[in-house]
């Protein structure tokens, strides 16, 4: 483990959470529905507490790290909504680059998914290119509007913060991303079967729509938060070896720079948050004028996703 002193503030924070004898891993964990490992523990125990509509924990995939169910890794730590109702498992997962391996793809050809919402640019999708569940659409939405997705130039790690936090903010003021998101989303409540979206990491274009799923759904935000700050947990691996390859190929002090590129923060999650209520009061505002969703499409969204 790098010692506290040898890394920039934003690389020690996740340190924390890294080290396993950390008490901030600790109570990010518990924080976090901090279950993890239960899709280890056996079916048939789970079968017996389950019941007949029972799902399988939710793959922990090698070569798609962070392919997770929206509504939660095992049946008893599926998300509630603020009124109590809980969200169904098997029928909508997050991902980043959906480029598995042909044993984590059989594993994925499991799950009835139908649909593969890719959001990367065309630059991105080709680096890696996907490998679609057997049976699943391939679906190109550009959320960027953009044609590639390169890394900002920055000189310090708070302008590399104030990229990510714009980031966000443009999710909620630019009208063509607004305009993809409203596609997406109509898409999510009509088709049929499971689905999967991602980006590259799965945390950023990722993590912004599932925070307005969730909330069309009617989860809490810390909750919702707490999903968000998972990817730290399922990534860590892959930060900390993009991390390191920085060091290799740049230095250390270009690594640390642009280090906020490679985690979830909560201050990405709360610029785009701040903007929604400075743009539309609230995010109940912000899915119907901001994205365009109608109520009906809401309710179709809360009837396919929830028990």
């Known amino acids: 483990m790098r010692s506290a002193a040898a890394v920039s503030p934003e690389v020690n924070q996740f340190n924390q959470i890294e080290n396993p004898e950390s008490p901030a891993r600790r109570k990010f964990l518990k924080a976090s529905l901090s279950s993890l490992l239960l899709p280890a523990l056996s079916t048939p125990w789970l079968v017996s507490c389950g019941g007949s509509s029972y799902v399988p924990p939710t793959p922990r995939l090698t070569s798609v790290t962070n392919f997770r169910d929206v509504a939660g890794p095992t049946d008893q730590e599926a998300y ?6 809980k969200l169904r498992r098997g029928v909508i997962y997050r991902s980043n680059a959906l480029a598995a391996s042909q044993k984590d793809l059989d594993t994925l050809n499991t799950l009835n998914i139908k649909a593969d919402y890719d959001l990367r640019t065309p630059a991105e999708r080709d680096a890696p290119a996907d490998t679609p569940p057997a049976g699943a659409s391939y679906i190109k939405v550009n959320l960027l509007c953009t044609p590639d997705n390169p890394p900002p130039v ?26 993809q998101l409203g596609e997406l989303f109509q898409m999510l409540a009509t088709t049929s079967g499971s689905q999967v979206y991602h980006c590259s990491g799965g945390k950023d274009r990722t993590g912004w729509v599932t925070n307005i799923l969730l909330n069309v759904l009617g989860v809490p935000q810390d909750v919702i938060t707490q999903n968000y700050m998972l990817t730290n947990v399922y990534s860590e691996a892959s930060i900390l070896a993009s991390y390191q390859q920085m060091i290799t190929t740049y230095g250390k002090p270009t690594a640390d720079v642009y280090y906020p590129l490679y985690i979830a923060d909560e201050r990405y999650l709360n610029a785009g948050l701040n903007q929604v209520v400075a743009s539309y009061g609230t995010m109940a505002g912000y899915i119907s004028e901001g994205i365009g969703l109608s109520s009906i499409v809401q309710n179709q ?4 996703f929830l028990t």
């Open 154 to 179: 920055v000189q310090t790690s708070d302008e590399c913060i104030s990229y990510m936090e714009k980031s966000y903010t443009d999710l909620v003021t630019d009208q063509a991303e607004r305009d």
């Open 301 to 304: 969204i809360r009837d396919k």
């Open 80 to 85: 509630r909504t603020s009124s109590g109702r």
